[in-house]
Each structure stands twice: as C-alpha cells, then as structure tokens.
C-alpha cells in the first residue's frame, strides 16, 4: 500500500525559506520510473504544479518558479525534500505530495500540509 | 506551458441526472505512443485530489463505472451516467504530456 505524507513548518514570515519533508511508503525512489511531485493549492483555488523528482535524480520545475525551489530525495529515508526560498504571501497553499511513474498520473497523493506565509 | 480549459466551471446536478465536464487542451496530448497524457481527478471537500481517469479513458482502480472518460488529441469529456450524493466536489483535468503538467481551473459539481 502505497502512502504519502507531508510534514514541516506551517506558519512562516515573508522572505523565510519553506522546507517540507515529503515521507512515503510502499514505493522506493530507486525504482526505474517512480517519481515523487509538488503540487499546491491557495485556499479556494486551482491546484498548481511546482515539480518533480525521478528515480534516476531528474528534476523538472515550474518555469515560473524555478529559481526559487530545488526538490532533493534521500533513497534510504524514503523522503523527498521541497525548498522555496523567498516566501511571499500570495504562497499561502495547501502543499501536496504525490506518487507517480513515468507516463502515468498521480495515483497516490499526500493529505496535504497548509503554509501560511505572514507577517 | 499547455493551457487546460474546462467548462462548465459550475455545474448543478439533479440525484440520478447524467453529468458531463469538457476540457479542452491548447495543445494535442497524444504521445507517440499512442496514449493520450490527458487525467481527471476528483476533489471531494477537505480531501486531496482523487485519480478517476487516466489516459483520457481508463477508470482508476476502485472508480465507479458511472465515470467514463472521452476524447483524444485536444479535446476530452468526463461524464457521470448517474450523479450521486458522494460524486460532490471539484473536478480537474490535468495534462503530462510536457512540463510543466498543467491543471484546469476546475468545475465545481453540486447537488441541487
């Protein structure tokens, strides 16, 4: 049974740098395929996607995101870290993890952690 | 970036009444392989979002067969044959055909 669960800070001030762990189980980020994304969700808006990271390290970001975010994985913890720098506001979301293997969709995601960023 | 378009946004249904969802994507999303990188999920009420369809027209495992899904190339159809109580939330469409994979604005379905 595969499961996902996103753990960090919550509550930030504008300019801090968020972190959010993303721990799973029933997969390994060492197999040929698997991936582990980034989506967001502002409180009664569209999910957004950040990015993405591959069994083999490949990363692929949102381009208009891309400079302030870096997604690593630790194989042997069955993690996978999101770093935004720079927070803002408006980046005030509901952010979730997700399973997903090349080629196919998101079948497994997270519950979901809101950050609120405020001063 | 690949523009997801969905209508209706809102969409008001009648227990037993068929529903139906469109999305249309701004750019085709057959792969060479021959499948369409077209995705539906569900969103019910303070949950995550739910896989339905994936590929344009398989049902996730799980998924009720009153969810079917349509379509190729740009244009994709999500239809329930019968709504239910527990079908209420915010449906998406998403592509992955090219990063960065983009969502619809989501439809909204309510019972009335």
């Known amino acids: 049974q595969i499961t996902l669960k996103e753990s960090g800070l919550t509550l930030m001030k504008p300019t801090q740098t968020l972190t959010l762990t993303c721990t799973f189980s029933?997969?390994?980020?060492?197999?040929?395929?698997?991936?582990v994304g980034w989506i967001r969700q502002p409180p009664g808006k569209a999910l957004e996607w950040l990015g993405i990271i591959y069994w083999d390290d490949e990363r692929r970001y949102s381009p208009s995101l891309k400079s302030r975010l870096t997604i690593t994985k630790d194989t042997s913890k069955n993690q996978v870290v999101l770093t935004m720098t720079n927070m803002d506001p408006v980046d005030t979301a509901t952010y979730y993890c997700?399973?997903?293997?090349?080629?196919?969709?998101?079948?497994?995601w997270g519950q979901g952690t809101l950050v609120t960023v405020s001063s | 970036d690949i523009v997801m378009t969905q209508s209706p946004l809102s969409l008001p249904v009648t227990p037993g009444e068929p529903a139906s969802i469109s999305c249309r994507s701004s750019?085709?999303?057959?792969?060479?392989?021959?499948?369409?990188?077209f995705d539906w999920y569900l969103q019910k009420p303070g949950q995550p979002p739910q896989l339905l369809i994936y590929w344009g027209s398989n049902r996730a495992s799980g998924v009720s067969d009153r969810f079917s899904g349509s379509g190729s190339g740009t244009d994709f159809t999500l239809k329930i044959s019968r709504v239910e109580a527990e079908d209420v939330g915010v449906y998406y469409c998403?592509?992955?055909?090219?990063?960065?994979?983009?969502f619809g604005q989501g439809t909204r379905l309510e019972i009335k």
């Open positions: 998403m592509q992955a055909l090219q990063t960065p994979i983009t």
């Open positions: 750019q085709g999303l057959l792969h060479s392989n021959g499948y369409n990188y």
């Open positions: 029933g997969f390994s980020l060492s197999t040929s395929g698997v991936g």
């Open positions: 997700a399973h997903k293997v090349t080629g196919m969709p998101f079948d497994y």
